[in-house]
Structure formats: C-alpha cells, structure tokens
C-alpha cells in the first residue's frame, strides 16, 4: 500500500485513515509487546498514544511508513525510553539495563510479520485470576481493542469516571502484583482458559443489568466476535477456545433476524433467510474443528445448541429432540438458573407441556420466582397445555418483571392471543435483558 | 402497590463531573424514566439538587432552628425519587437493579404506606393501575 504519492489534504485523510485503521488492527499487537517489558499497561498506552499522535503528526508529510506497525512500535518504544532514562536519571541508576535490552537502537523499519504476536499472553493478563471479575471484559476491551473507558463505559451505561477507576485499579494491580505477561503451560491452562472465554463472553452477553430503556452498544457483540475468532486463532487447540468463537459466531448470525429495538422476534419467530450464511459457515467450522479434539465444555454445547438452531435455515425445521440431549448435557456441565429453565422449555418442547412444568417446578433455585424467564417459559408451557387461565397470570407476572419494552409487548401480545388457545406446541424459551438465554 | 425507589450517591457528585459525564447521566436518567413511563408504572420522578443547596429546619429543641445545609452529613446523600405502581417487591426490584444510579450509588426501595389523595388518606398498598 503506497500512502506516498499525493500532496495536501488528500494525504493528511490517508494518513489519517490509515493511523484510524491500524490502532483497530494493530493496537492490542503493539501494546501486547509494549506492556510485557515490564508489566505497565498505563505507561504502555501512553507511549502509544503518543507513537499515534506522532504518526499523525508526520506521516502527512512523510507518507506512511512501508512498515507502520514497526515504526509505531520503535517510536513507543524511544518515548518509554526517555520516560525510564529520566526516571533513572532522578534516581541516580546506571544505564545497564536500558542497554541489556537492546531497545535503544533505533529501528527505522521492521518487517511487520516479524513482530511477534504477544496478545494471548495479554488476554491472560486481563483475565487473571487476581483481577476483578467485573473490570476483566473491560480491561480487554481497552488494552487489546484500544477503547477509551468513556467508549467502554457508555457500551456498559456505567458512569465514564467509575469506569476509568475501575480500570486503572485493573492496571495497578497487575503492574504492583507483578502479573506475569506469560501464556500459562498445559497443566494451568484448562483453568486459567475459563476466565478468559467467560470475559469475551461477557462482551457479547452482558451479564449485569443495563440501564431500562438503553441500548447496549450493538457492535460490542461484533468485539467480542474479534476476540473470540482471534483467540481462536491464538490457540487452534484448544476445543473451547473454538467453541466459544463458534457460539459467539453462530448467535451473531441470527441479529439480523432478532427485530429492533421496538419489536421482539423470538427464535421460533425469526426468518431464517435474514440469518447470515457466512457466519453460520464460519460457526460451523469452528465446532467441527471442537469436535475433532474431542474435549467436551459448555461452550461447545451452547454453539451446539445453537447450530442446531440454525440449521433451521436449511431443513426447515428444529430438531427439539436434539436440542434437549444437549441442554441435558448443559444441565449437568452448568446448572445455571438460566440453563435449568432453557432445559424445562425443551422438555416442554418434546415431552410435552406437562413435562415442562415438571421441570420448571423441579427449579428449585430461590432466586426463581424473581427470574422473568423462569415466569416467561411457565406462560408459554402453561398455554400449551390448555390453561389459559394460569398462563395468564404466569404471562401477567412475567410481564411485571420485564423491563424491556420490546420483549413486553411481544409477551402482552401473547397473552392477549391465550382465549381458547390451545396450540400444543407454543412453549419457547424468551430472553430477556439479564437472562442469558439464547435468543 | 407503591414502591419509592430512594436514590443516594456521595455528594458533592455534580460539581466534579465534566459537562459530558452530567449529559451521559441525564441521558441515562430519561432513558430510565421513558421505559417506567411507558411499561406504565411511573407515577412521579424527581431528581434534587445538591445537598450544598440544602437548607433544615427544625423545632425539636424547643425553638426554631434553621440550619444552612443538609439534615445530616453522610458519605451517600439522598438525591432523587421515582415513584413507581408496580404489583410486587420482586417487580420493583426488577426496575431498581436498572437505574442508573445503582452504578454510581444505592436505590433503596420503600413500599408506600400512606398517601394523600383527594382530601384523605388513602393505603399505598392500594393498587391504583389503569
């Protein structure tokens, strides 16, 4: 790509273009190796940023670089430099160690394939287990994908300032507790690979209640798909790490399809011919790579459950039976209140609404009579099975604790349609903000 | 039945906001407050100034006394109040987890006990629905 030609304006754009479309692709490459020196992600950003500003700065005038990412990464480098050489100045400390690792030459081009890929050890870093829960999807967000934590605040609705605290808290920790910029060997790994799939995870179904009335931002499910196929990408062995990008791929086929945010379509509802078919395939390929490693998890089972949703799109038709071999296997990998009512809807589905029930009143869980899917799935079995009287008062408890708009109207809408109703098969699984079922 | 969803957050929060951050809160507030309004549950919404715009009186000594400030000094002040009709604690509790002040500070949920309407007292746990 030849940015050197042209004169004026037109290059300022390509230049600047150019930057805009390397910090989405290269960011989390360079700050990866950046930050790994010594464990300081904040500082890492900031020699950055300012590598960025820098290229914004000259490359109008120069062109763009043959090799923009080595030329980012050297001019970072240098200003990480002169930050430590004048620390090291105030502090009266020799200058071995800036030598010992030969980053003081200056390398005016590098080969860019020759920049190795440390971003895995990355996404360790920002799902380590010493890290907060709550601020790991965050901190991936913004050290892999370079988002400003206003960005990650607004796609959260969580006020910008908690959010830039609750980062620079992640930050701190990892640089004052020393968290190792390492990919942990095969015995760790099974352990240490689970809170990273749940954090992307968590950036594609946000787990904590939004704001009513707001909108997660919708391309953060498209970040997570990013993340997923990369860390895909990153570790072709490991099966869940392909499970995962298979579920987030296969569930992000169906949006198109999902209405707006004024009308809720179910599942059962969506057109299949608004599906995304490349998606689907790409899904598809990633759960038959799973398979073939034969190490069974949950989020091979989800991205089952939801192949075999999509295969709707070319048989025409859902096949119950499996779904509820599979969300019996869900149920006893991840007994969630979530999984265990997605469980009942199946067994709704092919054993009919009495053995729905069943299930769903095997629950259990204390927090149950509170869970809006819980009251959903007992409406739609209820009227399945022919009493529409129950189903009404199930729909109209349903209805009380749904705070989504569009979802509302779809369940009014179904328990106005309940007079005489009598359709046996009408018991679907409903999402919800905070439900965590699949929709 | 009536329910107050209480606000608190620390104070002083608004002075210490950037223009954009006060925008983003009033935006999530009347995000919040359409969705009450139009699941039908809203009955009143109010959002207070700061507790450095307070004033107390109080004749509990035996005189008049009129304190420049707030009731009480603490962390977490009172800040605002929605009014909601809702069926059941577990519904209102659906909504407070969704206000946008439970991400910076506590909604505290009060059932109504009674309120004045039409020249008399009349039970909060009434329902009132249209």
Redesign the interface.
């Known amino acids: 790509m030849d940015q050197r030609v042209g004169t004026g304006s037109g290059v300022t754009q390509d230049a600047a273009a150019r930057a805009e479309e390397l910090a989405r692709d290269a960011y989390g490459r360079l700050l990866a190796i950046l930050a790994a020196r010594d464990g300081d992600i904040e500082s890492a950003e900031d020699c950055l940023a300012e590598a960025f500003a820098q290229a914004l700065r000259t490359w109008p005038e120069t062109g763009v670089p043959n090799s923009p990412e080595a030329w980012l990464l050297t001019v970072a480098r240098n200003r990480g430099h002169d930050l430590r050489r004048s620390a090291a100045h105030r502090l009266n400390e020799p200058f071995e160690n800036l030598e010992q690792t030969g980053a003081l030459s200056v390398v005016p081009e590098l080969d860019p394939d020759a920049i190795p890929d440390r971003r895995l050890a990355l996404l360790f870093v920002c799902a380590h287990p010493a890290i907060d829960p709550a601020a790991r999807t965050p901190l991936m967000l913004q050290a892999v994908l370079g988002f400003e934590a206003?960005q990650i605040?607004?796609a959260f609705?969580?006020?910008?300032?908690?959010m830039a605290q609750r980062l620079v808290r992640a930050k701190r920790r990892i640089r004052d507790a020393k968290i190792p910029f390492v990919v942990p060997d095969r015995d760790q790994m099974p352990a240490r690979l689970t809170p990273v799939l749940e954090a992307i995870y968590g950036a594609y179904a946000i787990d904590f209640?939004?704001?009513?009335?707001?909108v997660p931002r919708d391309s953060l499910a498209g970040e997570a798909h990013y993340l997923a196929t990369m860390l895909a990408e990153l570790l072709p062995e490991e099966a869940e790490a392909l499970g995962l990008a298979a579920l987030i791929s296969l569930s992000l086929a169906r949006h198109p399809a999902r209405g707006t945010v004024d009308e809720f379509v179910p599942l059962d509802e969506q057109d299949p011919s608004l599906w995304s078919p490349e998606l689907i395939a790409s899904g598809e390929q990633y759960l038959r790579r799973a398979r073939d490693l034969d190490r069974m998890g949950r989020f091979q089972i989800e991205a089952a459950i939801q192949s075999v949703h999509c295969a709707r799109a070319t048989s025409g038709e859902t096949d119950w039976r499996a779904l509820l071999t599979l969300h019996t296997a869900l149920l006893s990998l991840a007994p969630t209140l979530g999984v265990r009512v997605a469980h009942a809807a199946a067994v709704g589905r092919v054993e009919g609404p009495d053995a729905g029930l069943e299930a769903l009143d095997a629950i259990g869980d204390e927090s149950a009579?509170?869970f809006?899917p819980a009251w959903a799935t007992r409406a739609h079995l209820l009227a399945a099975a022919g009493r529409a009287g129950e189903a009404a008062l199930a729909y109209?408890?349903a209805i009380?604790?749904?705070?989504n708009?569009a979802v509302?109207r779809y369940l009014e809408r179904r328990c106005a349609g309940l007079v005489g109703e009598t359709r046996p098969n009408a018991a679907s699984p409903i999402t919800c903000p905070g439900g965590r079922l699949p929709s | 039945m009536r329910y107050a969803l209480l606000i608190h957050y620390p104070q002083p929060a608004v002075s210490t906001l950037s223009e954009d951050e006060i925008k983003a809160g009033m935006a999530a507030f009347h995000a919040y407050a359409k969705a009450l309004e139009e699941a039908g549950v809203l009955r009143s919404a109010e959002v207070l100034q700061t507790i450095a715009k307070a004033t107390s009186v109080s004749l509990k000594q035996g005189k008049l006394q009129v304190q420049d400030g707030p009731f009480a000094d603490t962390k977490e002040a009172f800040a605002g109040i929605f009014m909601l009709d809702v069926p059941d604690l577990d519904a209102a509790l659906a909504w407070a987890e969704k206000c946008p002040a439970a991400h910076w500070g506590t909604v505290e949920i009060r059932p109504s006990a009674v309120r004045f309407v039409d020249g008399a007292w009349t039970s909060g746990s009434e329902p009132v629905r249209a």
């Open positions: 206003d605040g607004r609705a969580i006020p910008a300032t908690a209640p939004l704001v009513a009335g707001t009579p509170r809006q109209e408890r009380s604790l749904t705070t708009g509302r």
